[in-house]
């Protein structure tokens, strides 16, 4: 039953390979490489004008369940959980920033006058 299951799975990434890399070709003037079993890559230019590789690989997980980790919606829930987190802790961390750097500038200097207010007055 194991070497079924492992034929089945060998059988599944194959064909899911061969589409993606059929997509590839069709949608996109490049050439695809395949460089492992359900690995390929394909060359792509980035915003600076550089050589770059894009590497795909298809997995598929011997075992589906949320016990093992392996369920694709309860992933994709997570992941967006640990974006939002992430989100959050940046706007935190902006927010504090500029609170710190609002009050420093409100700190009055030795001639009386706010940091900002001397920047302002050395402008002029």
Known sequence: MANSNKQITDS???????????HVL????????????G????PTV??????????????????????NGND???LAQEYKLKLAAAEERAARAEAKA????????????????TVVEERDAEEI
């Open 12 to 22: 599944l990434r194959a064909m899911w390979t061969a589409e993606f890399m059929t």
């Open 26 to 37: 069709n949608n996109h003037d490049t050439d695809v490489c395949q460089t492992a079993a």
């Open 39 to 42: 690995t390929f890559m394909f």
């Open 46 to 67: 980035d915003a600076a004008g550089e050589d770059r590789w894009v590497k795909v690989s298809i997995i598929i997980p011997k075992d589906v369940s949320e016990e």
């Open 72 to 74: 694709g919606y309860a």
């Open 98 to 113: 500029q609170a710190q750097a609002a009050k420093a500038a409100a700190r009055k200097t030795k001639t009386g006058f």
